[in-house]
């Protein structure tokens, strides 16, 4: 499978080699139209499976962003469409094996504390895995990685201060916190919320800790920033959509745009 994906990125590539790796969240898909030089593979033409949620669209563009050049995942997988939590290793070996040192993972995610509404950009400086799964469950390959992976250390610390500084000089305001990682797909109650903001969580999300655990354990650097699109529901009076989210990740897209490119530039 992984050597199938690999293969027929090449293919699709034509010699193109991508450095840094870019999961876009739900509703930040228009952060790809400032690429240039773009190869637009659907993911049908790789072999990934087919996307089923709204917002996502499921293809990988190639190209230059901020002087480097980029691979996009516009679209992602999760758990709650019953995907495999292993799906994320198997796509991200690929990733390396095209060429991959570097993530950036996007995505939509509901805040926890009152100070950090709707429309924020939240750097991930760690998170809580709360899904009872994990991409690495399964026969270890010693020689790919090692079979309990170090996660002291899981967002990379030069970059988290790369994309502060680049923040900081561009105006842009940037929260920081923990991100928890729920399966989904409802939102959560108020006790839930009550009780991840007491284990430490900033903001919650259904994404994003597959891929993360998974490029870690590649030897790949990672960062994540959460769009944030909600408060949470012991916070927040009207009920919780997938539209608003939506419609609110739309919104702060811009604000992602620029900080990813002007960070890419640096
Ligand atoms: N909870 C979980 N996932 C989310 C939320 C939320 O409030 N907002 C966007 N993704």
Known sequence: ???????????????????????????????????????IVPYTQIGFPKIMVSGHKGELIAGRLGGRNVLCMNGRYHLY???PASLAKDMMSAFQKVGIKEVIATNAAGSLRADMPAGSLMMITDHINFSG?????????DKEGPRFPDMSNDYDHELQERIRQTAKENNIKLYEGTYFFVVGPNFETKAEVKAFRLLGADAVGMSTVPEVISAIYFGMKVVGISVITNQSADIQSIPLSHEETLM?????????????IKYLEK
Request: proline share 3%; charged share 15%.
């Open 248 to 260: 609110e990740a739309h919104m702060a897209a811009v604000d992602l745009q620029g900080l990813l």
């Open 133 to 141: 799964q994990n991409p690495l469950i399964g026969a270890n390959n």
């Open 81 to 83: 469409e019953g995907h």
């Open 1 to 39: 499978m992984i050597e199938t994906y690999v293969e027929n990125m090449q293919k699709a590539f034509h010699g193109f080699v991508p450095e840094v790796l870019i999961i876009l969240g739900s509703g930040l898909g228009v952060l790809a139209d400032r690429i240039s030089d773009k190869i």
